[in-house]
């Protein structure tokens, strides 16, 4: 067997660095060999290695100190450490400094062959996973994800392994956490980024026309199908369907995607033949579909067939150390969009937004942060500024300028009350307007003027 890998073996021992050696050159590995830490920090400068294995105790170099340099020089570079005088905190401290695994003398061949292939695989993925994460970022289709938070960290890193395959995607989490941001990402981020990537959301239409969107029809095949017509899977071919609220979709329509997930291929409304397609499926709900399986309202085997790769989203109330960070980024965004000079909070601003629930998450913060740039006259946000639902005394807040003409005054008053109305309600539009006593067609009517997504 033939292996690409490079390891450095460390060892004040002759004897103990032979026996490793040669074991690790009958698996088919390169082992370059040192005698102690600085002659090692030596190679390690110049040649390419990719794990090291060191002893802990040496002459003027230790192993902690050769792994603490050597991570210095090469962030990535895997290591283990050996040591006759095993101790808990050795190997607290060892992993502590980024060794991958801690083993004690004797070594046994077998388990120090399994920690390599571990340490090097682990490394193969981090290397991966700082790659994608970086062809995300420089493609600018992570906008708007923030992980400054491990719960976002571990999202982006599973997003980035499975980006690169075709593998079925189920994205979790409650309205507003950013499935469909999630979703583009992993499209953008594939080997079918130049192809399309089309959206359907199942809660948005009835099932009749539902069957007609996703699969297309024939012309006649019922009233009014007056020419042929592609539907969203046929259209998604070579890219990427987002099935979007796959918790609402009808039972009549399961057993249809279901064949499509396991065959390929669909069947047109009001056509017998069969259409073969190559399409990466992701689906998001806000529901949870193991008790919509319980309660028979979803087919179990269509369940188990989306449920291949399974990506949560926390909501923002269980990741506070983003909140600043991405409040920050919708002050950007909003600043040059409206083209306002508002460059941060003040620390009240800050306490506030910490403070709040946020039933809405990520889309009720970033829509109170656009109210809150387009109503101040300061550089920075204050809590005046805010929604009424993120202020501990409900005051109404900045008051309205006299050199302001009455139609802008009204207009930002208007703005501010809906705002606040669909925060409170959890950007639910029906209650928001039975709050405010007007139709939810008005409010609609409303966000579409002010230029958001209805």
Same mark, same amino acid.
């Given at each position: 067997m033939i292996n690409k890998n490079t390891i450095l073996i460390v060892d004040d021992e002759e004897s103990q660095r032979e026996a490793i050696a040669g074991f690790l050159r009958k698996l088919g590995y390169k082992v370059i060999s040192s005698p102690d830490g600085a002659s090692a920090l030596e190679i390690i400068q110049k040649d390419t290695i990719d794990l090291v294995i060191s002893d802990?105790?040496?002459?003027?170099? =230790?192993?902690?100190?050769? +792994?603490?340099k050597a991570k210095a020089i090469i962030p990535d570079i895997a290591f283990i450490l050996m040591t006759a005088y095993g101790s808990v905190n050795g190997a607290v401290e060892s992993m502590k400094l980024g060794a991958f695994n801690y083993l004690t003398k004797p070594i046994d061949l077998g388990e120090l062959e399994i920690s390599i292939t571990k340490a #090097?695989?682990? /490394?193969?993925?981090?290397?991966?996973?700082?790659?994608?994460?970086?062809?995300? /970022?420089?493609?600018?289709e992570i906008k708007g994800i923030v992980c400054a938070s491990p719960q976002m960290e571990e999202v982006l890193n599973l997003l980035a392994r499975v980006a690169p395959s075709s593998a079925t995607i189920l994205i979790q989490g409650e309205s507003g956490t950013g499935k469909e941001r999630i979703a583009r990402a992993i499209h953008y981020s594939s080997t079918r980024a130049e192809k399309p990537m089309v959206i359907i959301n199942c809660a948005a239409m009835p099932e009749t @026309? #539902?069957?007609?969107?996703?699969?297309?029809?024939? *012309?006649?095949?019922?009233?009014?199908?007056?020419?042929? /017509?592609? !539907?969203?899977?046929?259209?998604?071919? =070579? !890219?990427?369907?987002?099935? %979007?609220?796959? !918790?609402?979709?009808?039972?009549?329509?399961?057993?249809? @995607? $279901?064949r499509f997930l396991?065959?390929?291929?669909?069947? *047109? @409304?009001?056509?017998?033949?069969?259409?073969? #397609?190559?399409?990466?499926?992701?689906?998001?709900?806000? /529901? %949870? #579909?193991?008790? +919509?399986?319980?309660? =028979? *309202?979803?087919?179990e085997d269509l369940y188990y067939r989306l449920d291949v790769i399974n990506i949560k989203i926390p909501p923002l109330r269980e990741r506070k150390q983003d909140l600043i960070p991405l409040a920050e980024h919708f002050i950007r965004i909003y600043s040059e969009k409206n083209s306002k000079k508002v460059f941060g909070l003040s620390r009240e601003a800050k306490d506030a937004l910490i403070k709040y629930q946020y039933r809405g998450n990520v889309r009720e913060l970033e829509n109170a942060i656009e109210a809150a740039v387009v109503l101040t006259r300061n550089e920075a946000i204050g809590i005046e500024d805010l929604p009424l639902?993120?202020?501990?005394?409900?005051? $109404?807040g900045t008051e309205l300028s006299c050199d302001e003409s009455l139609p802008s005054k009204l207009e930002a008053l208007e703005k501010k009350l809906v705002l606040d109305a669909l925060q409170k309600a959890g950007q639910n539009k029906s209650q928001a307007a039975r709050d405010l006593g007007i139709s939810e067609k008005n409010i609609r009517d409303r966000l579409k003027r002010w230029g958001y997504s209805v």
């Open positions: 802990m105790k040496m002459p003027v170099m =230790g192993g902690l100190e050769l +792994l603490q #090097l695989e682990n /490394r193969r993925l981090l290397a991966e996973n700082k790659e994608l994460r970086e062809l995300l /970022r420089s493609r600018g @026309l #539902l069957e007609s969107e996703l699969f297309g029809h024939e *012309k006649g095949a019922f009233t009014g199908a007056h020419i042929n /017509r592609k !539907g969203k899977i046929e259209v998604a071919d =070579g !890219g990427t369907l987002f099935i %979007d609220e796959i !918790g609402d979709m009808p039972l009549s329509l399961q057993p249809k @995607l $279901l396991q065959e390929g291929t669909i069947e *047109k @409304l009001g056509s017998s033949s069969n259409l073969k #397609l190559d399409i990466r499926v992701i689906a998001a709900t806000h /529901r %949870d #579909l193991r008790q +919509l399986v319980a309660d =028979g *309202k979803f087919r639902a993120f202020r501990p005394d409900g005051k $109404l």
